[in-house]
């Protein structure tokens, strides 16, 4: 099983000014099209935290709307600078997450090993 790991994109919401925000905006569009070009390609995406600045609801849905160019499933896990709740509610639709528990904790196993997410702030 192939796994490719993206961590401490530290996103801020799609309108920030600041130019090291949009940096860090393009330089997660590289990361993903350079995943989407390896052959093989990989069979899950973890982000494995700090996706956001702040943990704001705009920097989760902006994070959501890069990350769908994804071409492997993408599995998340929240980092210190990320709200529990923020990230739920932009990726309990992907099937994965228990929406109603405290923690980011589960468990994904369609795949040839268990990948298990244990949330820890």
């Known amino acids: 099983m192939i796994i490719a790991q993206i961590t401490d994109t530290h996103l801020a919401a799609a309108n920030a ?3 090291v ?3 860090r905006a393009e330089n ?32 989760f849905a902006h994070a959501r709307s890069l990350l769908a160019a994804l071409e ?16 739920v509610r932009a990726f309990a639709g992907d099937g994965y997450m228990m929406p109603d528990c405290a923690f980011v904790h589960y468990a994904a196993e369609e795949h040839p ?9």
């Open 28 to 59: 997660l569009r590289e990361c993903i099209a350079d995943i989407n070009g390896l052959d093989p390609m990989p069979d899950a995406v973890i982000h494995t935290g700090d996706m956001t600045q702040h943990g704001q609801a705009a920097e």
């Open 21 to 23: 925000f949009r940096a």
């Open 17 to 19: 000014a600041d130019p």
């Open 72 to 87: 492997a499933p993408l599995y998340v896990i929240p980092g210190n600078r990320d709200g529990r709740e923020g990230m």
């Open 113 to 121: 090993v268990r990948l298990v997410a244990v949330d820890s702030l």
